[in-house]
């Protein structure tokens, strides 16, 4: 599961849960991204703070881990480089999932050759809040056989809406969990607005 997670919150925690069940995963493996040091026009925290908070979010799942590969090389992101450096390292044959929520599923399907990277792994898009998948569904079914949809219990959370929180000083205790909370806290993270 890609993502800025700037911060990892309960959307994405739930989203890995019920892919690892719905589709008997061994595993899920959490990759925050490299250093967009932008992503539009907003400055990204750090990738150590976004590393941390993800490896505190996850650490009482035995079947959730993180991987610094994305953190680690140099240059932007391209999933398609990490989906076949992942299998370059696992031993043996690997089914490969990608798990993405609806917006970040869209967006894969508008690249210039979503193709390349549909044929690399089998991609979980979940139902989010405010994303219609279901228009995707219609519009190309077969075309995309690589990709699945997941349904999931709504959670309207996203990480954007936990920085505005912070700035505006509102709570995001249970938005996100209690050791993200209090490294948020504790590192001084989105206190204003950029
Ligand atoms: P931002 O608001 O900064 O874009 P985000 O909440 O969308 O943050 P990302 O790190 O961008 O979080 O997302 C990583 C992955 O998790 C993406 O595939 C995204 O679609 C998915 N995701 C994030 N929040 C949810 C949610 N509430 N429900 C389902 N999927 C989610
Ligand atoms: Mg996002």
Do not use: C
Not at 12 to 34: C, I, K, N, Q, S
Not at 94 to 117: N, S
Not at 152 to 171: F, K, M, N, Q, Y
């Amino acid at each position: 599961m890609g993502g800025t997670f700037d911060p990892i919150h309960h959307g994405h925690l739930v989203t890995a849960e019920a892919a690892l069940w719905r589709f008997t995963l061994d595993e899920v493996m959490f990759l925050p991204t490299g250093s967009p040091w932008m992503k539009g026009d907003r400055p990204v925290s750090g990738p150590e703070d976004r590393y941390l908070m993800t490896v505190i979010a996850t650490a009482s799942n035995p079947r959730f881990s993180v991987s610094r590969l994305e953190i680690d090389r140099p240059g932007p992101t391209y999933t398609v480089e990490t989906l076949q450096e992942l299998r370059r390292q696992a031993e043996g044959d690997i089914d490969l999932f990608f798990i993405t929520g609806a917006d970040a599923m869209l967006e894969i399907l508008e690249w210039k050759d979503p193709h390349e990277v549909l044929a690399q792994a089998h991609f979980i898009a979940a139902t989010r809040p405010g994303y219609d998948l279901a228009r995707f569904q219609e519009r190309a079914p077969s075309s995309h056989p690589n990709v699945s949809v997941m349904d999931i219990p709504a959670l309207a959370i996203s990480s954007t809406d936990i920085r505005r929180r912070v700035a505006a000083g509102e709570p995001i205790r249970y938005l996100v969990p209690e050791g993200v909370h209090t490294y948020i806290e504790k590192a001084g993270l989105y206190r204003s607005e950029p």
